[in-house]
């Protein structure tokens, strides 16, 4: 018997950062997936193999299954994952690899996987990976669509926004640099000065909750794109490579935002784009050797 479970990677269209001290986020699951595989073995060894991660992400999900569940099973198993999801660029790799990850190990031990039972032991694994993240990338990759979503305490608040494809159909994704720094020690920097930049996170939520009202009445404002873009270069989370790439993308009439935690001491992530006529970030992306790619949005979460 092999167990088969997948969970797609996710991207932020607007609020990340503030998401964190309660302020609502959008974000969608987009269509780069974790798909994993676990084979029970005869012997009692648990064996790790991913295509993208160390296998430490591995052994933090299967050690914190087992604890929700309060039982080991009898025998070993083989766990494997492919992932076409970008590493530590914004996308929710470690999210969607713990979601899939999790979902086979509950097959495996006979539990029903119910989605919010899956969603709190996501969390607690991003809890060890990332520090203090708010809950939006598991949600997100667990229940997938387009989310609305509040962290309120250690609990959240979401819901998924119906017709919102025509407005979020028209992206294209850019690669501004594999971050150095990891997503909590973004979320550590932010912290660290939080009282004097307080003013941003609520800004960035005003802006977030246009944005989500806008989203459910199928209305697009590429300029909320914008605005959300210079907060998170105030907050100080956007490198200058970055900023160079948003700012070429705006002198022909486009947006652009990173869509993640960001990085500064080199790349930032990736960065997602609008232009009313996309050719014109493709052409301008060749041009500049920049690497870029597009995604369905609002895909089915992890099942
Ligand atoms: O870079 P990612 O995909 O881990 O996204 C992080 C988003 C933050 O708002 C910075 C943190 C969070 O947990 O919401």
């Not at 039982?71 to 492919?82: A, E, I, M, Q």
């Amino acid at each position: 018997m092999v167990y088969k479970s997948q969970a797609p990677g996710k991207l932020i269209i607007a609020g990340e950062h503030a998401v964190v001290y309660g302020y609502p986020a959008l974000a969608a699951a987009v269509s780069l997936r974790s798909l994993v595989q676990l084979r029970p073995r005869k012997d009692r060894k648990q064996i790790f193999k991913s295509n993208i991660h160390d296998t430490k992400l591995l052994k933090l999900t299967v050690d914190t299954t087992f604890q929700f569940l309060k039982k080991t099973p009898t025998s070993g198993f083989s766990l494997v994952v492919k992932s076409d999801i970008p590493e530590g660029s914004g996308m929710g790799s470690s999210a969607s690899i713990a979601a899939a990850s999790t979902l086979t190990l509950l097959q495996f031990l006979k539990t029903k996987p119910d989605k919010e039972f899956l969603n709190k032991i996501v969390y607690e694994i991003e809890k060890e990976v990332h520090g203090t993240p708010s809950g939006l990338d598991n949600t997100t990759v667990v229940y997938g669509g387009v989310l609305a979503f509040k962290k309120k305490g250690e609990n959240f608040r979401f819901n998924q926004l119906k017709s919102t494809s025509a407005v979020l159909a028209k992206f294209i994704l850019v690669q501004s640099g594999k971050p150095r720094e990891s997503t909590a020690d973004m979320i550590t920097n932010v912290a660290l000065n939080v009282s004097e930049n307080f003013h941003i996170l609520k800004e960035i939520g005003r802006i977030t909750s246009l944005f989500i009202q806008n989203t459910k009445r199928g209305v697009f404002e590429p300029e909320l794109i914008r605005e959300n873009q210079r907060l998170l270069e105030k907050l100080g989370v956007v490198g200058e490579r970055a900023k160079s790439i948003v700012h070429s993308i705006e002198e022909i009439g486009g947006v652009a935002k990173v869509c993640g935690a960001g990085g500064i001491k080199k790349g930032s992530g990736i960065l997602l784009t609008y232009h009313p006529q996309i050719e014109k970030i493709k052409t301008l992306a060749q041009k500049n050797k920049w690497n870029y790619f597009s995604v369905k949005l609002g895909v089915k979460g992890a099942q």
